[in-house]
């Protein structure tokens, strides 16, 4: 298991922060991450969100990379539709140079109907927008004299400097919720930014269908939580932030409405409320909050199908003191064990 964290670099109304305290605060926790033992910071992404959640990833991977020397640095995902394909590589590139090859790019086509309208872009171009970006980046980062003319975009005779430090190019990840979308990122061998055991098994059948090793690629899981030493403690620390989260990711959800039951996102119980529809297992699997032992058991049930934890302990709002804290508990008890028993398999085999 690779244990990452996604940092999204947002405010609440429970604690502001002026931008450059917020900014300085959680560039300097995933610089700690690195000290901690976790193996990936995962950079994420919206648009025109008052909480101030991170719009430009490309800074603050480069602020990490310039601090750090071993941790990974991946987005999760960069929205590419909205991009220019070009940017995108020459960006990725550089980064990949400045981290000494520690650059992961993932790519989705977004779903926030008003991020689509800020940047005039039709939002049902986006399908085709995502494929004929990611097969540009990928061109130009493998090839030279690359042409490719698409309905969207078009480029001509296009050489990249520099060429990443990853041969042949950083590892590609698809975001992806649709059947159809995570059996084209399978078969074009790109690794997978998923929802669930279900879509894993898809992603799987689909690679084995193109004629590819299941074991040559990874699946990536997203998980937002909170550890403390006690299990109320943990939701006394972090309901209101979780609340704040849930509520905007369901408001976005349910306008969107891309897959069946998407509008069923917008119902999030109120604070107070909250851990109680969590423990009786009414939100899903996509919370992990608590101690350490239920965080491990939860990893636990995930690991059959998944290679990549990305795990949101930076919540918007928490004093990053307390995220700190939340952090080394699950670096000190949770990794370790599932370091310890990856040794004991490696010792018997």
């Given at each position: ?57 490309v800074p603050l991977a480069a602020a990490i990379a ?36 520690r650059f992961d790019l993932g790519l989705g086509q ?216 939340s952090m080394k508990l699950f670096a000190e008890k ?16």
């Open positions: 298991m690779n244990f990452g964290l996604l940092m999204s670099f947002r405010n609440s109304s429970r604690n502001e922060l002026s931008y450059s305290e917020l900014y300085r605060k959680h560039v300097d926790l995933a610089v700690e991450a690195e000290e901690m033992g976790y193996d990936t910071i995962w950079l994420t992404e919206h648009h025109f969100v008052e909480d101030g959640y991170s719009p430009s990833m310039a601090r750090t020397k071993k941790i990974r640095i991946g987005t999760f995902v960069l929205l590419m539709p909205l991009y220019h394909p070009l940017h995108v590589a020459e960006d990725a590139a550089t980064l990949d140079a400045l981290s000494n090859g977004g779903y926030v109907p008003r991020e689509f309208t800020g940047f005039n872009i039709v939002r049902e171009e986006r399908s085709r927008r995502l494929r004929e970006g990611v097969e540009i980046v990928r061109r130009v980062f493998t090839e030279n004299n690359v042409t490719f003319e698409g309905k969207h975009f078009t480029v001509r005779d296009v050489t990249l400097y520099p060429k990443p430090v990853q041969r042949p190019c950083p590892p590609i990840w698809i975001g992806a919720r649709s059947r159809s979308a995570t059996e084209r990122a399978a078969r074009n061998g790109y690794h997978l930014a998923g929802t669930g055991a279900a879509q894993a098994e898809v992603y799987r059948s689909a690679l084995r269908a193109a004629g590819r090793n299941p074991d040559d690629f990874h699946i990536a899981q997203l998980r937002f939580g909170y550890v403390a030493a006690k299990h109320d403690k943990a939701w006394d620390e972090c309901e209101f932030a979780m609340h704040h989260l849930l509520t905007k990711y369901g408001q976005w959800i349910g306008e969107a409405n891309d897959v069946p039951g998407d509008e069923n996102y917008s119902k999030i119980p109120p604070v107070g409320k909250l851990r109680e529809a969590s423990d009786a297992g009414m939100i899903g699997d996509g919370l992990m909050v608590g101690t350490p032992d239920e965080a491990i058991a939860q990893i636990e049930g995930i690991e059959s199908y998944c290679t990549h934890l990305a795990l949101g302990l930076a919540l918007p709002g928490i004093d990053p003191k307390k995220v700190r804290a949770v990794i370790p064990h599932f370091r310890k028993r990856k040794k004991a398999v490696k010792k018997k085999k």
